[in-house]
């Protein structure tokens, strides 16, 4: 890639981060999709010091190298085993693949980051890594607070997916469209950094952005990224007690997300 393929390329990685950011976040967030906000239980990371500042720009040049290797991995048709080009018809027919190809890739790409998520929890090994991303007891920005991480437990976090694109083209390569896998990214990415702001959103057995603020701070239950399947499987699925009972308050009567930096 030339010096100015870098740069356009990284300027579309960067472009989509803003999409999550002044997009998708305040639509999903919106007083018509969704005005509630959960509470503050704990004080949140106000200020961006230094080293966050670092990790979240070094979590952004490796979306970039993960892009990079997600785009050859799917040029690469002997390899990906995947359908790659712009026929609506393929299109299509990988689109009525969705209920069982989202399905496994995001009960497989949890399966993995659960156990993941856990072993950076053991003692020995947590200040080192995921302590970092402990910091934020109340998550708020979105999808700077989402990238706030370490970058080893950002490339494992990544690389995941393609991992996951990757096992499915096992299963079913000639099926699997390479707009599954962006799909799939999206998602991903969407719920990634709705699990860091205080939007309350609730797809029950499915998605919370609640089990997520709640392992911000009590960090031996709810390791999932997306969905709490495994963690119901291994017992440490938890539900805050007061979310039992208490339906969440408007965004009004709650400090709501800011925008991101
Ligand atoms: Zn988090
Ligand atoms: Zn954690």
Request: with cysteine; charged share 15%.
């Amino acid at each position: 890639m030339s010096y100015v393929g870098g740069l356009l390329f990284s300027g579309v990685i960067y472009t989509g981060f803003k999409i999550f950011d002044y997009v998708v976040l305040p639509i999903v967030g919106s007083k018509y999709v969704n005005p509630a906000r959960l509470p503050y239980k704990a004080s949140r990371l106000e200020k961006l010091a230094p080293i966050d500042q670092v990790a979240i720009l070094v979590a952004k040049l490796i979306t970039i190298m993960f892009v990079y290797h997600c785009i050859t991995f799917v040029m690469n048709e002997e390899v990906s085993g995947m359908v790659v080009n712009l026929n609506i018809v393929d299109i299509l027919k990988s689109i009525a693949w969705w209920p069982l190809h989202m399905p496994f890739l995001f009960i497989f790409y949890d399966f993995f980051y659960t156990l993941w998520h856990w072993a950076l929890h053991w003692p020995p090994i947590y200040p080192w890594i995921h302590k970092h991303h402990h910091r934020n007891l109340s998550p708020f920005r979105g999808n700077d607070d989402a990238v706030n991480t370490h970058p080893v437990e950002y490339i494992v976090g990544e690389y995941l997916h393609l991992f996951s694109v990757y096992a499915l083209t096992l299963v079913h390569g000639p099926g699997v469209h390479a707009f599954t896998f962006l799909m799939f990214i999206f998602i991903g990415g969407s719920l990634a950094s709705l699990n860091h702001t205080r939007i309350d959103v609730r797809l029950p057995y499915l998605f919370n952005v609640w089990a997520h603020d709640f392992h911000h701070r009590q960090p031996r239950c709810n390791f999932g990224q997306y969905i709490m399947l495994w963690d119901c499987v291994f017992g440490t699925f938890r539900q805050e007690p007061a979310d039992k009972v208490k339906s969440t308050p408007t965004a009004a009567a709650r400090p709501v997300a800011t925008p991101p930096s």
